[in-house]
């Protein structure tokens, strides 16, 4: 997963982790788990901020489906 990226465009929707928690209608805690690589991402939860994040799929592909990156 590519945490940066994903962050990037949190940041360019102008939300913040919150806010988008509260759009997808998962708990904050859980989404910071999600994004800091705790736990992953379920099929669900990615189609649910990609939609709030109008991703493309190739965005969807370089955020979710990315190798680590540091």
Do not use: C, H, W
Request: hydrophobic share 45%.
């Amino acid at each position: 997963m590519n945490i940066n990226d994903l962050r990037a465009e949190i940041a360019r929707n102008n939300l913040s982790i919150p806010k988008l928690a509260k759009l997808i209608d998962m708990n904050k805690k859980t989404l910071y788990k999600r994004i800091n690589g705790e736990v992953s991402f379920t099929q669900k939860e990615i189609l649910a901020i990609s939609r709030v994040l109008n991703l493309s799929p190739d965005k969807i592909m370089s955020i979710f489906f990315a190798e680590k990156v540091f």
